[in-house]
């Protein structure tokens, strides 16, 4: 375990609907990210939030809605999502944003859109 | 723009044997970071190599960076049927690690 949680595992969606999925960090970091993995594709960086305060927005959709209360929980809200969005969506917390911080993923989201 | 691009895009070898994954990539870097992937799963970190480092070692694993080259490489050794995985490098350019499309690596027992 490396003490990032992520709920829901699976989530299966249709294209109207709405939902969140949740993040929790349990190692006092105060960095955390979303990021997207599709198959044979990069990891691509979402969103980078730093004591709460949202620091990196890579361009996202407005469909994806991220939220982040206090230094240890993360969430990612979705809405209209499209079949294309069908990825593993994963979590990760390092103690700051720095460059040299190693990063610690949860075991991520597999979300399919229908 | 991708930062680090790993090669070869797929390895497959007996238990036992040598792995060596390369990585190459773009710009200047501070450090480069190598992280494996079980299917389906998260990323876990192995080893961080900073800019005026050659090599490093951790276990099995040894990693060497060539920044006249702008490459690094990834050796596991005496390799094990646990050790198939997906394995990237992740550089920290511009301001946020980016990583490769990564090696996926299966050890055959």
């Known amino acids: 375990e490396t003490g990032v949680t992520q709920t829901p595992r699976h989530l299966v969606m249709g294209m109207t609907n709405k939902k969140s999925l949740k993040c929790e960090q349990h190692l006092g970091h105060n960095a955390m990210y979303w990021y997207k993995q599709s198959a044979k594709k990069p990891l691509e960086l979402m969103f980078v939030y730093n004591f709460k305060e949202q620091t990196e927005n890579n361009s996202v959709p407005s469909r994806f809605s991220p939220e982040c209360p206090n230094s240890s929980h993360l969430f990612l809200h979705l809405h209209t999502l499209q079949p294309e969005d069908s990825a593993l969506y994963l979590c990760a917390s390092s103690q700051q944003t720095g460059y040299t911080d190693t990063q610690y993923f949860g075991p991520g989201t597999r979300l399919t859109v229908l | 723009s991708q930062q680090g691009e790993e090669d070869p895009q797929a390895l497959s070898i007996q238990e036992g044997e040598n792995a060596t994954m390369n990585c190459s990539y773009k710009t200047s870097i501070n450090n480069l970071q190598w992280y494996r992937q079980n299917s389906g799963r998260g990323l876990v970190h192995l080893i961080l190599?900073?800019?005026?480092?050659r090599e490093k070692h951790s276990g099995r694993l040894r990693v060497t960076l060539d920044t006249s080259k702008k490459s690094s490489s990834l050796l596991i050794t005496a390799s094990r049927a646990a050790d198939t995985a997906s394995y990237f490098c992740a550089t920290d350019e511009p301001r946020q690690l980016t990583f490769g499309s990564g090696t996926q690596l299966t050890v055959l027992p």
């Open positions: 190599i900073r800019s005026n480092e």
